[in-house]
């Protein structure tokens, strides 16, 4: 039987969206168990506080769908994405997962692929990459952590509800990725093919050093993944259908 290798991100999972959540159960327990692994490129869950979330029937329920996978047989990786940056080992453990760095480069079904979650590519955004840097420092992450459950949640829903008015006012390339950044990171990694989720515009690019796959997001319920197997790199709908690809999808020649 070929190999086969499944990817997907931004999920954004939250009791608030209960369609995705049941759609994503179905996913895990029909079409991935059919795969060889499992790839989580970031952004699981709408938002990641820290680990003692687990303690909510919710978020405990997700990891014990995804250790029932892992249990089944399919080796599970997550990468941390902008919302979940702070899953820990804890929540490593109880979904039966491995985590990987982001960037990490891959060999799978006879394909080697360069893997991110794609917030780092979005260099343009100045004001993004300044918050980010700040809230990814170890110290930062070591004081929040210490606070109280119910104090973080509450921070966590106003930074979220103040990223989304301003995002409003951005133009939407300072939200995409930066072609040169694109490019320069296939370079360093010598990779011609790179995965990634983030900014929700799913499609296949064209770029200066390969190409580069864009994942889709889910949402009530809808989504879609990627399908990789010694033959092709296939984007899909969660029921098998092909994604359907534009023909205008730009082509990146940044150098």
């Not at 820290?50 to 997550?78: C, I, M, S, T, W």
């Not at 760095?101 to 060999?107: G, H, L, N, Q, R």
């Not at 360069?114 to 930062?140: E, S």
Request: aromatic share 10%; proline share 4%.
């Amino acid at each position: 039987m070929p190999r086969r290798t499944l990817f997907i991100s931004d999920l954004h999972l939250s009791p608030a969206d209960p369609a995705t959540a049941q759609a994503f159960a179905r996913f895990l327990a029909d079409t991935a168990r059919e795969a060889d692994a499992l790839y989580i490129l970031g952004d699981l869950f709408e938002v990641w506080v820290g680990d003692d979330q687990l303690d909510e029937p919710f978020y405990a329920n997700v990891a014990r769908q995804l250790k029932a996978l892992a249990d089944h047989g399919v080796a599970v990786y997550f990468m941390a994405g902008n919302r979940d940056f702070l899953c820990g080992d804890r929540f490593a453990r109880e979904a039966g997962l491995t985590v990987l760095a982001d960037p990490s480069v891959v060999t799978t079904a006879g394909q080697r692929l360069l893997l991110a979650h794609g917030d780092a590519l979005c260099t343009d955004d100045a004001g993004y990459q300044r918050f980010r840097r700040i809230v990814r420092h170890p110290l930062t992450q070591w004081l929040w952590l210490r606070l109280p459950y119910r104090w973080r949640n509450r921070k966590a829903a106003q930074i979220r509800d103040q990223s989304s008015s301003m995002n409003r006012s951005k133009a939407a390339y300072i939200m995409d990725v930066n072609p040169d950044a694109v490019v320069q990171l296939m370079r360093d990694n010598q990779c011609d093919t790179l995965i990634h989720g983030h900014t929700h515009r799913p499609t296949k690019h064209t770029v200066a050093s390969g190409t580069r796959w864009v994942l889709p997001d889910w949402h009530a319920g809808v989504g879609g993944y990627l399908r990789v197997n010694e033959r092709e790199l296939t984007l899909l709908k969660l029921d098998g259908q092909r994604w359907p690809i534009s023909t205008a999808a730009k082509e990146f020649t940044a150098g």
